[in-house]
């Protein structure tokens, strides 16, 4: 009754932002739906194509929400108590992760479409540009690492509770989303060579997608492998799926996973309202729970990371989303209204270990919680006798969020290496795909297993950080257009603060520990990288404003 409460409250919390501070940030970007968007001004059928906000929305939603706002909360918990780990998440969603993502949609709507970096360039200088670019390939690197390894390891155990000699709850999940990711390239060739209706094969591929969690339970023998060799396999599956074109995988398993998505989402608010589940987990832990990253301040923030805040998101909403929005009134139920669904994904993920007994988690990763709760979730509707089915099926959602990151993220940072150095065509490709996937490889094949919490917090912290670096440049545009800036200024601010002092203790204590070159030594420096060009562009942010408001001062003086 307790976990019910909190989620009719929880709700009822995200619809007052929505409805209430989500329309005043609105206003302040005095949104105008007769005002040509560029999707509508450039419509190339390719890139720029208005679209309605109803598809618009699922597909975004699905871009932003992948792996994070899973295994962020449920880490969180796990050191912190489930209680600062829900606060967080329901303030920061409201106050600062919706407020950044749709101010990122709108400036960028607002800027012809331009990508945060080109924003920044435009505002702050090309080197500020530069600098931006530098930053969102150095977090993406993180990001590649810590599910490469989450993923990895969610493939050896699964729910170990769950295990017999005729069935490997990792495999089972490995079996499942492997042959995912196969359907998805099947259905892209389907829609691309032979184009049939849309309702025919969502008819046929969707239930397909749900039927692989049972396939997974049949067949999860086959693909049992140690957690070194799944790291390396998840590693080369980046590596092709981000050349790949994305009519054969992107699309469509962005389509699939969005079905599995939704019903995920529905099937943790049945189980969490009507399953009579109670909550575990203790509510507050203690401030210091030990070890690098063990102070409430700043690592449980940077622990939910995506949860609440996510500097990927602006990456989306101005690389893809802004040039598909119709008009500039649907960027509010689209940036804000996504990220708050993101946030209710945050939520159901936190309560899949808020239902589990402390002994009952320890040791198990992200992956196997969300699978283990998520069987809670379903099993007044499937039966006790069919919970080992639900929760491969949990599982195996989560790894498709995880997919769904990993080859986007790659493809991303090809595009920036070939930015950085004007590389073009099949060379600069393959430069780009290379020098992406060196950190990763040689952080993930250097550890040891399971040392995904490791990288965790760096990812989150510098993930945080691009956030607080999007919301920097847009407060300068909103300054330069003479509009109020206090709505991301002060979660600027905020964020700015949590996230490099996370970078400050992170760059000491693993360069405490580095001896030669080592794990310890790269996220060390990668550290302090990343505090450098997030210093270097506040510090020209700064420098711009001071300069401005001088010259602004002395026109003044002249003209009296």
């Excluded at 890139?47 to 706002?69: C, E, M, N, R, W």
């Excluded at 562009?537 to 003044?556: M, N, Y």
Aim: proline share 4%.
């Amino acid at each position: 009754m307790e976990l019910t409460l909190i989620a009719i409250v929880f709700i009822a919390w995200l619809f007052l932002g929505y409805f209430g501070y989500g329309s005043w940030v609105a206003r302040q970007f005095s949104l105008d739906s007769s005002q040509k968007t560029p999707a509508n001004i450039v419509n190339d059928g390719v890139d720029f194509v208005p679209t309605k906000p109803f598809y618009l929305f699922g597909q975004h939603f699905s871009a932003i929400s992948a792996a994070g706002p899973i295994a962020g909360p449920i880490l969180a918990c796990q050191q912190f108590g489930w209680f600062p780990s829900l606060v967080w998440i329901a303030l920061g969603v409201v106050v600062i992760g919706a407020v950044h993502d749709f101010s990122a949609l709108t400036s960028s709507v607002r800027h012809g479409s331009q990508s945060i970096a080109e924003i920044t360039k435009e505002r702050l200088g090309p080197k500020a540009g530069r600098a931006m670019l530098g930053f969102i390939w150095l977090s993406i690197a993180y990001v590649i690492t810590a599910f490469t390894d989450l993923t990895a390891g969610t493939f050896v155990s699964g729910a170990d509770n769950l295990a017999k000699a005729s069935f490997n709850p990792g495999g089972a999940v490995a079996m499942a989303a492997i042959t995912y990711l196969g359907l998805s390239i099947l259905l892209g060739l389907v829609n691309r060579f032979l184009e049939p209706p849309l309702w025919l094969t969502t008819t046929i591929f969707v239930p397909a997608a749900f039927g692989l969690a049972y396939l997974g339970t049949e067949f999860s023998t086959i693909f049992v492998f140690d957690h070194l060799t799944w790291a390396v396999l998840i590693l080369l599956y980046c590596i092709v799926g981000s050349v790949m074109p994305v009519w054969l995988l992107l699309q469509p398993r962005g389509y699939l996973g969005g079905f599995i998505l939704y019903f995920a989402l529905a099937v943790g608010f049945f189980g969490i309202m009507f399953g009579g589940l109670e909550i575990k987990q203790p509510a507050y832990v203690s401030w210091d729970v030990g070890g690098m990253t063990g102070l409430l301040f700043p690592f449980m923030f940077v622990t939910i990371a995506c949860g609440a805040c996510s500097g990927f998101h602006g990456l989306i909403c101005t690389g893809t989303t802004s040039k598909q929005l119709d008009k500039e009134t649907h960027a509010r139920p689209i940036g804000y209204g996504a990220m708050l669904a993101e946030g209710f994904v945050a939520f159901i993920a936190l309560a899949t270990i808020m239902i589990l007994a402390t002994e009952d988690a320890k040791g198990l990763a992200p992956g196997a919680i969300y699978g283990q709760g998520f069987g809670e979730f379903m099993a007044p509707m499937v039966g006790r006798e069919n919970v080992p089915l639900a929760i491969t099926f949990g599982a195996m959602a989560f790894s498709t969020f995880v997919f769904d990151t990993l080859d986007v993220c790659l493809r991303l940072g090809r595009y920036i290496v070939q930015e950085i150095t004007g590389l073009t065509g099949r060379l600069g490709a393959l430069i780009g795909t290379i020098a992406t996937a060196t950190i990763p490889s040689f952080i993930v094949l250097s550890s040891e297993p399971g040392s995904w919490l490791q990288f965790w917090t760096l990812f989150g912290a510098s993930n945080q950080l691009l956030a607080a670096l999007t919301l920097l440049s847009i407060s300068v545009w909103l300054y330069q257009s003479r509009r109020r800036i206090a709505f991301t200024l002060i979660p600027m601010i905020f964020v700015l603060a949590v996230t490099i002092t996370a970078l400050v203790s992170l760059s000491f204590s693993n360069l405490s520990r580095s001896s030669g070159m080592s794990v310890d030594l790269i996220n060390g420096l990668a550290a302090l990288a990343l505090l450098f060009l997030a210093v270097y562009l506040v510090t020209t942010a700064l420098i711009k404003v001071i300069r401005e408001r001088r010259q602004a001062f002395d026109g003044s003086d002249a003209t009296i």
